[in-house]
Structure formats: structure tokens, C-alpha cells
């Protein structure tokens, strides 16, 4: 786990030392008991990992306290693609762990 100190100035800057830390970890082995954190945000990355129907329930929303909340920040897709079939114009960049999907099927899954 990586507590990501070269993110904290900005945070101090605003006066937020030591309400927000920043962490940079495997979502599977976080050391933190459930109801720990008032929040989690997750700035592009939730796609990486999140795209199983269970993943949410039984890795994230357990750490998140009664009351609090999860915010996800992603690219996404405006519709899917049919089978498996990238678009011309986003083979230069795709890799195929990106999961990238439309936003009917993250709220689906």
C-alpha cells in the first residue's frame, strides 16, 4: 500500500492534512475494517477492476460507513459495442483490460 505523499500538499494547501488521505492499493488486500471510511472515490481507475457483478458489494461498500458514500469517475462508452468489436479510431489506445462500457451497463451490472 502506498499512502501516495507526493498527493498531499494540495491537500494541506486546502487544509484537509489528516481528513483525507490518499491511497494508492489493491482494492482486494485494503487493511481497513468495515464502516472505516466516511467515503471512497475513485478517480479512473474503477473500470480496471470493478466490472464484476459482485465486486462493489463484497469489496467496497463494506469499508464505507452507514451514511456515507462511494463516487466513481470513469471513462465510459456512449453505447457498447456489438460482440467484441473495437472501432476503428479506438484500436491505436485499447487494451484489453479496460472494461470500458456504456453507462446502462455499469448500472445493470
Not at 4 to 28: F, N, S, Y
Request: hydrophobic share 40%; glycine share 8%.
Amino acid at each position: 500500500m502506498d499512502l501516495c505523499d507526493g498527493k498531499l500538499q494540495p491537500l494541506r494547501e486546502r487544509g484537509l492534512d489528516g481528513r483525507v488521505v490518499p491511497i494508492h492499493a489493491d482494492v482486494h488486500e485494503l487493511p481497513y475494517a468495515d464502516g472505516f471510511f466516511d467515503a471512497i472515490i475513485c478517480i479512473d481507475s474503477y473500470s480496471y477492476y470493478g466490472a464484476k457483478p459482485d465486486f462493489m458489494d463484497r469489496y467496497m461498500a463494506p469499508l464505507v460507513k452507514k451514511g456515507g458514500f462511494v463516487a466513481v469517475a470513469m471513462p465510459e462508452l456512449q453505447k457498447d459495442f456489438p460482440g467484441v468489436v473495437v472501432p476503428e479510431e479506438m484500436v491505436p489506445c485499447w487494451q484489453e483490460d479496460m472494461n470500458f462500457y456504456s453507462a446502462d451497463w455499469w448500472k445493470e451490472l
